[in-house]
């Protein structure tokens, strides 16, 4: 049980520093604010304009959002990891109160 709530303790941790390193990581995209972090940089429509694409600005906040749906799709792991120790932990207290 101690193992649990250490692993829990430990991937939290995680889970905040992975939420403040988004939040802090702007690609420039002026479409992200704070409440919108947690959502991948393909969830938002594209510009119509397909000839900016080949732009060295547009390639590099490219770069950056490529970046930050790395760490999007790590906290979302992050987070399953997180609900299935919390779920075992609880089943442990359970346990324990129960015998």
Known sequence: MLTILLFTLLFLFL???LRDWI???KTGDP???KQ???MFSYDFKDNKNQEMYWNQDVQLMNEKKRIRNKLIFLL???TI???LLANSLVAKIMIFIFN
Do not use: A, G
């Open 76 to 78: 979302y792991l992050n």
């Open 81 to 83: 990891v997180l609900f």
């Open 31 to 33: 479409r992200e604010t």
């Open 23 to 25: 939040n802090y990581l």
């Open 15 to 17: 889970w905040y520093y």
């Open 36 to 38: 919108n972090y947690w």
